[in-house]
């Protein structure tokens, strides 16, 4: 590592510094020089940061999903109730009570 200008040592951390197989060879050139175990920390923290926010997005999306399927079938067995009072010749009023449709819904129902 001796013979490494700082531009070469720079070059070997931001080539290799997420390639885990050139590990060793990274971890010899950020031992050198302290500038590089600074970015290397602030690489990390970064990164970590990065699988936060990844993994905060997917729970997110999960949870969107989940509450769009709930709301989908509450609003399935609605239209499905609107029919079976219709059939009975429940007043459509009464049908917007009871399933919380809207009157348009209703009527198409």
């Known amino acids: 590592m001796d013979k490494l200008t700082p531009l070469e040592m ?3 951390f931001f080539k290799f510094a997420s390639d885990v197989r050139q590990r060793d060879i990274v ?6 020089k302290e500038e590089l175990r ?3 920390t602030l690489l990390m923290e970064i990164s970590q940061d990065e699988r936060e926010r990844a993994h905060y997005r997917s729970r997110r999306m999960y949870e969107t ?12 067995e609605a239209l499905r109730i609107a029919r079976n009072m219709k ?9 917007v ?9 209703v009527e198409n129902a």
């Open 10 to 12: 720079w070059s070997i």
């Open 27 to 32: 971890n010899k050139v950020i031992a050198e």
């Open 38 to 40: 600074m970015a290397s």
């Open 65 to 76: 999903d989940r509450t769009s399927d709930e709301l989908t079938i509450k609003y399935k």
């Open 87 to 95: 059939a009975e010749n429940e007043p459509n009023e009464k049908i």
């Open 97 to 105: 009570r009871f399933t919380e449709l809207t009157l348009s819904e």
